[in-house]
Every structure is written in C-alpha cells, then in structure tokens.
C-alpha cells in the first residue's frame, strides 16, 4: 500500500476567498515558491529546486471554511526525500500566518483590486483543473470536448495523417522530400505554383516520428494553458493565422527546401500566450512563473533551431505573428461583452499579416515554379537519353547505333534546349544554380553520346580514353548535386 502524502488542514473563518488567495501569495514570495495554478477553488504552488530535486507542488484546495494543503513530488527523483512534504506544510502555515497578521489594509486592497481584475474569481468548478496535466490522463487528450475541443482535434488530425503517411508506405523515421510534398509540405516552386493550401496542410505533416511527438507535446503544454483562458474557437483561428504565416515566413527564405511540421503554429500559440502573459490578464504570480518558463523554451527552441535541418524561419515567423495576435486580442479579452471588438481583435491583425506575407511573397523570383515545371519535362528526356545503357551487352553495334541515333542523341539535345530556354527565368539563387548544374550535366551527355558514336563507327584507343573521361566527370556532376 503506497504511503499516505502529508496534509494539514486550515481554518480561515473571517476571511474571504479572495483574501486568502492574496495571503497565500503573500506567503509564497515570502518562501520564494512558484505558482503553477491559479484557480478561486485550487492553488498549485512549486518549491524551490534544490541540487538534484526538482521540488514539490503544494496543492491547496477550497472550501468555505478553510483548505486543505497537501504536498507531493512533481515527478520522480530518486534524491526526493519524503520528510520535505510535512517541512513544505509547515511553512505554508506559518508564512499564511504571519501574512495574515502582517499585510496592511492598504497592501491588501491593492492585491484584492488586481486579483478582481484579472477575472480569476470568476472562473466556475469546471475549470479548476483545466490547465493541468498529469500522464495517468494522456488518453484523453486526444478525445475533443466542450471545454477543451481544440488542442485533441489539432492533435488528432496530425496524429492521423503520420499514420496514413506511414500506412501508405512512408518511413516512420525519414520520410523523402518527395513523400511530404505528397502529403502537403510547403515547397516555393510548388506552393507558388497555385498551390497555396499547402501553408497551412504543411502544419499537419512531420518528419518522422521523433518530430510528430515533439511537436505534440508541445502543443498539449501550450494548449492547456491557453484555451482555457482564450476558448476553442480562437485556439483554432490563432493556429491557422500563425501556421499560415510562419509558412510564408519559410517560404520567403527558403529558396529549395520542402518544410513541415506544426512548430511554427506552436511557436505562434506560443507566442500569443508570451505577450498575453506581459499584461495584466493574469494574476501577476502566475505571470511571472509562466512567463519564466515558457520564455526559456522559446529561447531554447530558438538557439537549437540555428543548426542545420531545423526550418527556424518558420518559428520565428509564427512567433512573431502570435505576439501580435496576442497584443491584439488583449482588449477583447478585457471586454469580453463588446461583440464587434471580439471580431476586430482577430480580423485586423490577421489581414495586417496576410498584407506583409502577401508583400514578402512578391518579392521573390517569380519563374522558380516555371522551371519546375519544365523539370518534368527534362526527366522524360534525360529517361530517353539513357536508353541505349538499358540496352545491355547483348546488343549489337547495330542497335547500339539505331538507339544512340533515334532516341539518345535527340533526348539528349532537347534536354541541352530545353535548359538553355530556363536562362531567361527569374530565379532563385538555389534554383537557378540547380539549373546551371543540370546544364552543364545535359551538355556533359550529350558530348559523352557523341563519343560513344564515333568511337562504335571508327574505334579507338584515343576515343575510348575520351568516353572514360567524360563518364568520370559525370559521376562528379552527380556528386556535387547530391
């Protein structure tokens, strides 16, 4: 049988409930705790870490005539000592106390004003646990309710599509270029192409499994801490604007990159939760444990984002976006009974962000997705090209000459055009290297076609020697294109 957790039971007959929230919090800067959960019916504080511990969570529950206090590991330490707990209560009590015996009428009302205007003691029972999350209830998350609908529906669709992605036969752990532009992946030529739903299915598709579940968890923590205070709806608007955006923002700056993934979404609910979290919406212990902490996930996401195969483009862009949705939305959430300033907080800053990613878009090369295009074309030509090495040792000099001459020689001659008509294109500089690098490989085979002729009609040791030399620099062709 496990161990009972220590509690204490306290009576605060006189007090109201706000008052005691003010004195708990006057307490628990005094202890220089951490609250993690606000709530006018439960109180989560956070200890102080200590070396190798992680501290306790202090919970404290409401009722009308009191609380009650229990403290508990907030995960597993094997450095986790049991007596801290009946320490951790022992403290609460007297700091309470000398709190309630110290704080002057005039501290008081200015902390009961602030509490008031928050609009934390007007959340109902239903939400007491909202933002809370304990891995014994990982299951239902996924499942959408009234309450909570947005955050499982956004969760489930990416969840749904990695498994159609790997049931259709995409690699669980790396999926190709070819297999996320398959599935939505956001791509400049492509996506420029006409194909602009691909900024927001790109929020949907990951790189394997590793990113899906880093991803997810990273929506279920913001998730849980911003729709409760914001509702389903905006969680779902502000995931669409942001991820939009934060593609855009990829799409600018990348010149040849497939992108994917839900984390420049994250990174704009991120967002809008950092600038939500500087105003006075939120108590202010609250603000400042939550701003310290997801402050420092978004500066680490952002440094580790520096290295390579990391699209931080799309972070920064989504987190930028959030942060003025965030701005934005913090009258309406002040004045939650003026209608028309509900819809304007969400629409002006989200055609505001449609008109500068709209402007950023403009100024890119316009042709990239023309010589994609023609790309398709080329690897028809290049297909017929090869055709006289498909052709095997059994062939005949004969039908090596009739294949060289019907199909390779041609293919190979249109490719050499086909390449030569991009050069008037508008392109990237990714691209139009690409190009120059395809050009020279069509010319490259095309010459090397040439010599085999001549050397099957007039054969040579001289001639011979030449098509080796030319096969040898088109393996490094293919080398410096990988």
Known sequence: MAAERPTIRYSTEGLSRAEVIVLLFQAFRALNWGVEHLHPMRVVAKTPATGFAKGEDVVIEFDEHGFTALSKPSEWSPFAKKKRHQVNLDKLIEAFALARVSTTPEVMAAELKELEESGVMQLDASTSHANEFHWKDIGSVFIPRRDFFATPLLLDISVLVYILMVATGVHFMSPTGEDLLTWGGNYRAVTMSGEWWRLLTCCFVHIGVIHLLFNMYALLMVGLQLEPLLGSKRVLMLYVITGVFASLASLWWHDNTVSAGASGAIFGLYGVFLALLTTDLLHKETRQQLLSSIGVFVVYNLIYGMKGGVDNAAHIGGLLSGVLMGFALYPALRKPEAAGLQ?????????????????????????DHVFETRMADFARMEEEGLAMFRLGDEGTVEQQLVLLDERSAPAWDSAVALLEGTLTLELSSDVAYRRDRLLDYARERALSTGLIRQSLTTPSAALDSAVQQSFTRIDSMFTEMQ
């Open 343 to 367: 819809w304007a907080s969400m629409a002006a800053p989200a055609v505001l962000l449609a008109l500068a990613g709209g402007w950023a878009v403009s100024t890119l090369p316009a042709d």
